[in-house]
């Protein structure tokens, strides 16, 4: 994956970086939406260069606090299975 994948969807390649754990190298890319997101894995999969990928979406605080209060709106509503 590289810059070029990123700027294919209308994004840019913040940065990579090699890594201990799971995974060898992480990549962090701002496009424009999860599709394109979703379309750079597929290309990148397709191609076979990549043993194993993961892709995890990051929120702003913003998000993080919109989806806090939608949650506190689902959980006067919402009752677990039991």
């Known amino acids: 994956m590289g810059r070029q994948a990123c700027e294919a969807v209308g994004g840019k390649l913040v940065g990579g970086w090699y890594c201990f754990g799971d995974y060898d190298v992480v990549f962090i890319c701002d496009v424009p939406n999860n599709e ?3 379309a750079i894995a597929l290309a990148v999969a ?3 260069a990549a043993k194993a990928s993961k892709t995890t979406v990051l929120m702003s605080g913003t998000e993080g ?12 509503t919402y009752k677990p299975a039991r």
């Open 36 to 38: 394109s997101m979703s």
């Open 46 to 48: 397709a191609g076979g």
């Open 65 to 76: 606090v919109e989806a806090m209060k939608k949650a506190d709106v689902v959980a006067k």
